[in-house]
């Protein structure tokens, strides 16, 4: 006997190839929002006032394509700022905070000063764009595990106690902020980044001797 092959409703064999073309607009949708966000902080290293076509032209997409995820150049940046710390933060999270605090430190800050090397010309960008308040609120966060590292720092006896976590924290992003700075102007060497900001945190928040 033979089998008669059933056929779906047409109405049904077309929906389901709409379904089909929603999901794969969709995906490219979300791959051009990606390639948006991943191209900011690129264009804005080549010139920190790009503008929104030439970050559209770093992803390789529209100008009204980006638009379409971003409705505004201030809205791009924020988003990117946003993602990149939580990208940030998934990469700190491997550092091994155990152990002495100074050693822990310096591990930390190796860690941390890539991500600020390749974050700043984003965040000079947001700062421009940005209430300094909604940048504070974002890095609240981030800096957590540093906070959270210096104060069981001070608790233990290995840094100083004389001065707040909040100056020391301050101290961190001045200096890392100061070694971008001279790469850019050429007087400091990527690799050699690390050493020299640890060269200085590292005695600024040891105890005083006078304390000890």
Do not use: C
Request: charged share 25%.
């Amino acid at each position: 006997m033979t089998t008669k092959k059933v056929q779906a409703p047409q109405e049904v064999r077309r929906g389901t190839g709409a379904t089909a073309r929603a999901v794969n607009q969709r995906a490219d949708a979300q791959r051009n929002r990606e390639r948006i966000l991943s191209a900011t902080p690129t264009a804005l290293r080549k010139n920190p006032d790009a503008s929104v076509a030439e970050i559209a032209a770093e992803a390789g997409v529209g100008r009204m394509t980006l638009y379409g995820h971003f409705s505004s150049r201030r809205e791009l940046i924020e988003v990117a700022l946003i993602e990149g710390l939580e990208r940030g933060d998934e990469v700190l999270s491997q550092v091994q905070l155990n152990g002495a605090p100074d050693e822990a430190l310096s591990r930390l800050v190796a860690s941390s000063w890539m991500l600020v090397n390749q974050s700043r010309a984003l965040l000079m960008a947001a700062q421009k764009e940005l209430p300094a308040s909604r940048i504070r609120d974002l890095h609240t966060a981030s800096e957590a595990r540093m906070r959270g590292l210096l104060e069981r720092g001070q608790e233990e006896g290995v840094f100083r106690t004389d001065l707040p976590v909040s100056w020391l924290l301050t101290t961190v992003h001045v200096v890392m902020n100061g070694a971008a700075e001279e790469i850019a102007a050429g007087r400091l060497a990527e690799k050699d980044a690390p050493r020299y900001i640890n060269a200085i945190l590292g005695p600024a928040f040891a105890v005083p001797p006078s304390a000890g």
